[in-house]
């Protein structure tokens, strides 16, 4: 339950706390510690091919590579996956031993298994073109009662953000920046299963455009005149209008 809570990127730290069964003993000597990636991604749909590559320096004795909360492990530095299927999904780690010396664990790998369930759908709010220093909601909704979202921005190898509800997730963006622009997908999953995913949403493409000043400008004119009407709202509001800009957006709000 304490993965609810989490409200920093997500899946990292599902991986350092569902890994915590296993320690490789490893001496910590002058060794450097071997990296672990997987190709082309570790996020792996279903039935598609994927790699698992431990990477220390070359002529080792011997490379480990291990899943964690599994008694599985091989003396071989690469794992290939022809098809990718649920039981792989998991959290890898490797390391590697030369002489008497074990290397220090590489980082912890989570490969997950996508297109376990029905895609989620991904919208915006109020609208798939943000103006810069605006804001935009991107939700992320599913058919089905999963507590778990996680939104990709393509590009980026980290999830953007992850975060709980029962049907659907929302992932504020404040001060939106031309940085966020680009196509985004999101996927539902478990945490009770945290490396089965459902398939990706369709991709959802952010437009951010630099025409803050002159929608704000426009908004600022559409306010005056709302509390410009004859006849509408408290007459203290009337006489507010033209004077300042904030005091005529504050008028609005007692108007409705
Ligand atoms: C592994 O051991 C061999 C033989 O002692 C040594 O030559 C080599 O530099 C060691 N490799 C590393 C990465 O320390």
Known sequence: M????????????????????????????????????????????????????????PDVDLYRL???????????????????????????RCSYQNGTLWSPPSNQLELVATGVYAKPSLSA???????????????????YSFDQFALYKEGDTEPHKQSAEQYWANFPITAVTVAHSGIYRCYSFSSKFPYLWSAPSDPLELVVTGEGDAVQAFLLQLLHTLVEVPGEGPTGVKGVGGEEKPEALEGVFIIS
Do not use: H, N
Request: proline share 7%; aromatic share 6%; with cysteine.
């Open 66 to 92: 291990e899943k964690l909360r599994s008694r599985k492990y091989q003396d071989r530095p690469v794992l290939f996956i022809k098809t990718m299927e649920e039981s792989f999904a998991g959290c890898y």
């Open 125 to 143: 709010q109020p609208s798939l073109a943000v103006s810069q220093g605006g804001d935009v909601t991107l939700r992320c909704q599913s058919k």
């Open 2 to 57: 304490w993965i609810r809570k989490q409200t920093t990127s997500g899946a990292f730290l599902l991986c350092s706390g569902l890994c915590l069964g296993q320690v490789v003993q490893a001496q910590l000597g002058t060794l450097p510690k071997p990296s672990l990636q997987a190709l082309p991604s570790s996020l792996a749909p279903l039935k598609t091919q994927v790699t698992i590559r431990c990477q220390g320096p």
